[in-house]
């Protein structure tokens, strides 16, 4: 009787099996994982941002105790009495010193940094809405030498940012902002005679404030974040390879060929032998499906002496 394999249904082996089986694991782990690292890596990416934002701020802030403490006092001497020089004021030279590292160096072109004050001798350094609350914050909470987090600016767009307060506690920085009559004529033609006075000592003043652009922290941990789910997929498909060709060595072709001679052997094919494999379960099927090719070669060498004796019986009897 000819063998017929029925098949019902899509075939689908086991390596694809196994394929689609990881590729559901790795979408799902990647997906989960994703989330919970793009959460890490912007809070590491804003940490950074933010240190680097406070080495500039301690860079100015140390250009404005040098002026105060050393270059002031070295160059006061030299100056002509009521005389205006800009270099001997704290502020005029830290906002130069962030225009030279703003110009000079790429990283820093899209920093800002502005000494908002609430009654600033320069009118560009006005206190804007936003800067008057950050200050109205340090004049309520002294204790607090400093506080960063995100905002928006006029233009929409979103800036991260760390401020200090202004706040002067040398008397002999109030020459110039006492009343108009101390301060030196230069000043008050450049600046007039009605901005820049009636400050006091170890009062919150203003702030220093450093922008930052928002999409500098999120260009920094979406790069950290393509580059570790990246690295994880890249592994992931070399064990998907790896896994697969073992799979296919080592379980799909040794059971495909035990297969193959079990339908040769059901058809009467009885040539057909199994070939040795591996001391492992699929060794271990192998030799089962030889012990049952031996039973069904004897059961059937049996059946053919039984049929050829009854023949023999009946020609005998015939006779």
């Known amino acids: 009787m000819p063998y017929t394999r029925i098949v019902t249904g899509k075939k689908t082996t086991l390596s694809k099996s196994f394929t689609l089986l990881m590729l559901l694991i790795f979408v799902v782990g990647i997906s989960l994982s994703g989330i ?3 959460r890490v890596l912007n809070s590491k990416a ?73 009654n600033p001798t320069n009118p560009e350094d006005k206190a804007n809405e936003f800067e008057r609350k950050i200050i109205k914050h340090f004049t309520l909470k002294p204790d607090i030498p ?32 006492s009343i108009p009559a ?75 060929e035990v297969v193959e001679v079990a339908e040769a052997v059901s058809i009467g094919n009885m040539d057909a032998e199994f070939k040795s494999a591996s001391n492992n379960e699929v060794g271990i099927l192998v030799e089962a499906f030889t012990r049952m090719k031996v039973s069904l070669v004897m059961a059937l060498e049996r059946l053919e002496e039984y049929r050829l004796g009854n023949r023999r019986k009946d020609d005998s009897n015939r006779r």
């Open 36 to 38: 919970t690292l793009a």
């Open 46 to 118: 804003q940490h950074e941002v933010a240190s680097t934002a406070n080495v500039v701020m301690d860079i100015l802030s140390s250009a404005r105790d040098y002026t105060n403490n050393e270059l002031a006092s070295q160059l006061q001497e030299r100056i002509k009495a009521n005389e205006f020089v800009p270099q001997v004021i704290p502020s005029y030279n830290a906002k130069s010193i962030f225009k030279i590292l703003h110009q000079n160096h790429s990283s820093y072109a899209e920093y800002k940094y502005k000494e908002a004050m609430l």
């Open 146 to 177: 400093q506080i960063e987090d995100f905002t928006f600016l006029k233009s929409g767009e979103k800036f991260f940012y760390t401020a200090s307060p202004i706040i002067i506690k040398d008397s002999s920085c109030l020459k110039c902002h």
């Open 182 to 256: 101390e301060a030196p004529e230069e000043m008050i033609r450049l600046y007039g005679a009605n901005n820049g006075f009636g400050w006091k000592l170890n009062e919150v003043l203003g702030t220093q404030i450093v922008y930052i652009p928002a999409n500098i922290v999120m260009r920094k941990a979406i790069q950290a974040l393509l580059w570790v789910l990246g690295s994880i997929a890249l592994i992931f498909a070399i064990t998907i390879f790896a896994a697969n060709f073992w799979l296919k060595r080592y379980v799909v072709n040794p059971v495909r």
